[in-house]
């Protein structure tokens, strides 16, 4: 069974430009999640999509945004970068909405120049 | 009070040992608890979910669940370096339908 996937695995950007991260869940999950983790930090939730709706959303401000599409891939949509958004950035993927475990990919680092 | 809380550490134990992490949460109402282990610059990975009161075991992985305290523990037996990494808890909050993640507890195995 193929894992969460997300693309790309390192991304560098400068201020003021705009990041797309993406995120395939495992087949037959249809939540998806956001993750935001600054080095040694911990996890700091973004955003919950599920069935194609956004479910919850983290304390960030209007410029982190996302979207589910029909086949439950997801991206993560960061405008106006900023350099404290240099972290790694997590998707993960449940059958459910919360009461079965979160599956995480590898990540995307995102790197602000 | 955080929602979910974990000593930060680090802990130190020596290889072989025991290592005994515990975990807090504040919602009376929650139903799945998660650990996961997370090595450094990489993402976390799912290592024992726990629904009911009690002890689940699996390989040298050990979950306790006290819904009656609001605790749950991760036990490592024979602990070995391998090991060393920052262990997450996670607990859903049923009535918010969010799973919430502590900031987890950084532990040490020292050969």
């Known amino acids: 069974e193929a894992g969460v996937t997300q693309s790309p695995t390192h991304l560098i950007k400068t201020r003021g430009q705009q990041a797309t991260l993406r995120c395939s869940p495992i087949s037959g999950h249809t939540s998806v999640y956001w993750y935001q983790q600054a080095l040694g930090l911990g996890l700091q939730f973004l955003l919950w999509?599920?069935?194609?709706?956004?479910?919850n959303r983290g304390n960030f401000p209007p410029r982190f945004s996302g979207r589910q599409f029909p086949n439950y891939s997801s991206e993560l949509n960061v405008n106006a970068l900023e350099l404290e958004d240099s972290a790694l950035y997590l998707c993960?993927?449940?059958?459910?909405?919360?009461?079965?475990?979160?599956?995480f990919g590898d990540g995307t680092r995102l790197s602000i120049l | 009070q955080k929602e979910v809380e974990q000593n930060s550490g680090p802990l130190s134990v020596p290889e072989g040992a025991i290592a005994s992490l515990n975990c807090t949460y504040s919602d009376r109402g929650s139903q799945s608890f998660f650990w996961y282990r997370q090595y450094s610059g990489k993402s976390p990975e799912l290592i024992m979910s726990i629904y009911s009161n009690g002890d689940k075991e699996d390989g040298r992985f050990t979950a306790q669940l006290n819904k009656a305290s609001q605790y749950v523990s991760l036990l490592i037996r024979d602990s070995q370096p391998s090991d060393s990494a920052t262990y997450l808890c996670?607990?859903?909050?049923?009535?918010?339908?969010?799973?919430?993640f502590g900031t987890g507890t950084k532990l040490q195995v020292i050969p």
């Open positions: 996670a607990v859903n909050s049923g009535g918010y339908q969010k799973v919430t």
């Open positions: 999509y599920d069935e194609g709706e956004e479910r």
């Open positions: 993960a993927s449940s059958s459910d909405g919360w009461v079965q475990p979160q599956h």
